[in-house]
């Protein structure tokens, strides 16, 4: 099996119960990043909350890497199955 080969996540339905996780789990990291920055943006308009839009922005960031991360952990799971099975 090879790593990030687009017919890993059919191979069995454990393999798609771990696609369905991850793509929900990247979803909702991506969908939280993006509104992390859109808030933290509309905060910097304002002088006295640039402190949080600052924090903001760091937050988004880690969720935005948090998303290679995501796929990494799918990617090592579906090894793990073809290693057990």
């Known amino acids: 099996m090879k790593l990030f080969h687009p017919d890993n996540c059919k191979r069995s339905d454990a393999h798609k119960r771990i696609f369905a996780s991850c793509e929900l789990a990247y979803t909702a990291v991506d969908f939280a990043a993006a ?4 808030v933290g943006s509309i905060l910097f308009f304002k002088e006295s909350t640039t402190y949080v839009a600052t ?3 760091l937050i988004g960031s880690i969720f935005f890497g948090l998303r290679p991360t995501i796929k990494l952990y799918r990617e090592l799971a579906y090894l793990k199955l073809a290693k057990d099975g």
């Open 35 to 38: 509104l992390m920055f859109v």
């Open 55 to 57: 924090w903001l922005f």
